[in-house]
Each structure stands twice: as structure tokens, then as C-alpha cells.
């Protein structure tokens, strides 16, 4: 077991930096292997936090809304480029699609009216009544503009589509077959009080617990850092009966960059996408009066980590969590495997392996884990791999370069998304 220390210390250095408390784990391939909680989960009484302490998620509850809008595709029940008056009909202003809604391109202003300045939470219909006078602050896909408004909507079209209330629909589709039973809709003890720090006086203030009401499914959500462990493991590779592995892997499929110039962040369907240290984190952060929260994990090692506070300012548990995920994967490094040789390929795999030339550059396909495998000879890792899947005639592109594309063989020729491939190199031929 190692030393566990480090992920300690960066939880104890930020709750020290005036936070009431801080509740953290961390996960492996499906197994919590770490978990701590430091500090108050509330002054009056005063009472402890601890792992199982509920705090306040926020926009977390995002992740679980695209969960359900994923269900209802694989369902076909939709289609991610439906434009949502598809769906909702009679709704003013819903010419967005659902995909540029999960991925904030729909252009649709932040937030349902003002409730955060009226302090009113709108009902399921004040919502969509409200949609003749909200606006739209950017042109459809010109640039990611964060939306409340649309994953408030995007609610509405899973009540709509399966018939269920949107809560009691994640209850029983998402929450429920994931055993995520510190996950609800409104507090449960433990709980923790959510406060405002002040700045100078270093006092607390309670934060009032709002009722998102019509717009739940933008941010309503309460859990402990042990579920958002589990929910880290569904994020990273689904799980039978809630998400299929594929529909999960379409989700980190980046839509949009957030920052164009400097590639740290990116949307996928409903999942934020990280660049921390040269390793894409998926999950997304929270924010609601007296609580920060934040979920990430490292889809290719399946080691993530969650992190909450009781806090509504001086925090930032996105950063926290992929800090404690990315000393995780330090202190529970992937194993090395020993080289093994392969089964014998079948006779029609031997004879495509090796050295092959299309438009003057070098490609080499092997015979690796049961699959066949390419790659352009020296590329950088990640930009020219290939694996195919054996589809009885041929073989057609299943991952990496030139995905989808059919592979087939003719005498001592390749054909390859439409380039021909030589066991020589060769000029292009005249037409």
C-alpha cells in the first residue's frame, strides 16, 4: 500500500486556506483506494466532516442529464442533431440542436431569466413559457458560451421523451442501477451547511439551500465524494445496463475547444475534458451558494478523484481533483506487463503484416492483442496508430487514423480510404 501522505497534504493545504471543510477520494479501475474529509461540516453544532457527508454538487448534475440524453438516444427515442422544438413543441426559440446544447454552442444566454437575482427558481413551466424573451448571446457554434438555460431544457426533453419527470427518470434509469445511494435531489444527513467565508473578518455566513425547481436538471444534485468515486468509474467506461462502452466514448469525443489558442480545456457531450499535465481528465466541476465540487478522471488508467467543499469562494475543486487524481496515478502507477508472444495470426492477417508505401510515406501493420494494427512509420505517438476490426471481408478502421474507413486487400495491393498502399515505394501513377 503507498504512502498516502501526499494526497493528504493537498487536502489539509486547502482546507487550511480558510475553507470550513474539504471531503476527498480517489478511485482505480472501479475500487475507492483512498478517502479522507478535513475540517467542519458545520459550526452549529459543531460537527465533523467526513467521507459520507453530503455536499451540494451543482453543475455535476450535468454529466447525469447527458447520461439521460444518451439513454434516450441509444433508445431511439432521439437524435443528438435534433433541434429541440423537435421536441418540445410549440417552445419559442428552441431552434438549438441537442448536441450544440450539451456542449454550450447553442449560443443561448447563461441563465433562466434572473433567479439569481430575483432569488424565485421557475417552475417547469414558467421555464418554457419564459422562452419567447430569452436571447441568444452568440450565433449557433460560434464560440462555447456556458448555458444553463439548455441543460435546464435539455431536462425538459427527457421528461418529455420518456414520459417520466426528469428526477424521478435519473432516479430510476441512472442513480438508482449505479448504487449511488448519498446521490438525491434534496439534503440528506450527514449533511453539510453551506457557508460564504468573509474575506477580511475571516467569519462564515450560512448559505441559503435553493430549490432549482424547474431547472433541476442544470444543478440540483447533492452526493459524497465515495459516489462521485463511482460515478467517476461510470464516467470513465459506462456500465452495462445504464450506458453502453460506446456511447460513453462518444461522450469524450471533444466538440469544441473552450479556449481555441491554448488547448486546457475542451467540451465533449456533456463532459468538461482537462489538459492537465499532458493527460485528458472528463467529468465536470459545481458550483452552488456555500458548496464547490468538482469529479475527474483519467479514462485511459480509470483513476480519478472528487473532491467537495462547504465553501462558496476561495475554492477550486476542479483544480483539487485533478491535482489528486494526477498524484494517484503517481502513487498507483499502471502496471508494466510482461511481453508475451501472440497467438498466430490467421493466414490472411500474416500476409498483410509488415512494410507497406502509400504517396511516398512508410506505413507498418502487426498483429497485436488479437487485432490487427498500423501505424505511420515516425509520427509522433498518438498521431498515425490504427486498430481494425475484421468485418469478414476486409478489415475496417476502428480506432485511431482514418476511423470507419474499409481496409481490403487485391493481389499485392492495399486499398485504404481511397489511397492505394505498395510493398515498394512508389510515384503516383498518371491518370
Not at 44 to 66: H, M
Not at 158 to 168: E, I, N
Not at 238 to 259: C, H, I, R, S
Not at 379 to 395: H, K, L, M, S, V
Request: aromatic share 8%; glycine share 10%; with cysteine.
Amino acid at each position: 500500500m503507498p504512502d498516502t501522505q501526499p494526497l493528504e497534504r493537498l487536502v489539509q493545504q486547502r482546507q487550511a486556506d480558510r475553507l470550513p471543510s474539504v471531503a476527498a477520494a480517489v478511485v482505480q479501475k472501479g475500487e475507492q483506494v483512498w478517502a479522507t474529509a478535513v475540517g467542519a461540516a458545520d459550526y452549529e453544532p459543531e460537527r465533523e466532516a467526513t467521507p459520507d457527508t453530503q455536499y451540494r454538487i451543482g453543475s455535476i448534475t450535468k454529466t447525469f442529464t447527458a447520461t439521460a440524453i444518451m439513454q434516450l438516444r441509444d433508445d431511439g427515442a432521439l437524435d443528438l442533431d435534433d433541434r429541440l422544438e423537435q421536441h418540445l413543441e410549440g417552445v419559442a426559440n428552441a431552434t438549438p440542436t441537442l448536441r450544440r446544447m450539451l456542449c454550450h454552442l447553442s449560443g443561448l444566454q447563461r441563465e433562466a431569466g434572473e433567479m439569481w437575482v430575483t432569488g424565485e427558481s421557475p417552475t417547469e413551466a414558467d421555464l418554457i413559457s419564459s422562452m419567447s424573451q430569452v436571447e441568444f448571446v452568440l450565433g449557433p457554434a460560434q464560440a462555447h458560451h456556458y448555458s444553463n438555460l439548455a441543460f435546464a431544457l435539455l431536462g425538459q426533453v427527457v421528461a418529455k421523451k420518456s414520459g417520466l419527470p426528469y428526477t424521478q427518470y435519473v432516479d430510476e434509469r441512472i442513480i438508482r442501477p449505479l448504487g449511488l445511494t448519498r446521490t438525491s435531489w434534496a439534503p440528506q444527513a450527514p449533511k453539510a451547511q453551506g457557508y460564504l467565508v468573509d474575506e477580511y473578518a475571516r467569519t462564515v455566513w450560512k448559505e441559503p439551500e435553493t430549490d432549482l425547481a424547474g431547472t433541476a436538471a442544470a444543478g440540483q444534485l447533492w452526493s459524497t465524494v465515495e459516489d462521485l468515486g463511482r460515478w467517476a468509474t461510470f464516467l470513465a467506461r459506462g456500465a452495462e445496463g445504464v450506458l453502453d462502452a460506446k456511447t460513453n466514448e462518444e461522450m469524450w469525443f471533444p466538440q469544441q475547444m473552450y479556449f481555441p489558442h491554448d488547448w486546457v480545456l475542451a467540451w465533449g457531450l456533456g463532459l468538461m475534458l482537462h489538459n492537465h499535465e499532458g493527460t485528458i481528465y472528463g467529468g465536470h466541476g459545481g458550483a452552488m451558494a456555500g458548496h464547490l465540487a468538482g469529479v475527474y478522471v483519467d479514462r485511459k488508467s480509470q483513476t480519478g478523484a472528487a473532491a467537495l467543499t462547504n465553501s462558496g469562494t476561495r475554492a477550486d475543486m476542479d483544480l483539487l481533483a485533478l491535482e489528486l487524481a494526477a498524484k494517484a496515478r503517481e502513487l498507483w502507477p499502471e502496471p508494466i506487463e510482461a511481453w508475451r508472444p501472440e497467438q498466430e495470426p490467421p493466414a490472411r492477417v500474416r500476409a498483410v503484416l509488415g512494410r507497406w508505401w502509400s504517396e511516398g510515406t512508410e506505413f507498418v501493420l502487426w498483429w497485436e492483442g488479437g487485432a490487427l494494427r498500423a501505424k505511420v512509420v515516425g509520427t509522433a505517438a498518438g498521431r498515425g496508430e490504427t486498430t481494425f476490426e475484421d468485418d469478414g471481408e476486409g478489415w475496417r478502421a476502428s480506432a485511431g487514423r482514418e476511423r470507419g474507413e474499409r481496409l481490403r486487400v487485391e493481389g499485392e495491393k492495399m486499398i485504404w480510404a481511397g489511397y492505394a498502399f505498395t510493398r515498394a515505394q512508389e510515384p503516383f501513377k498518371a491518370s
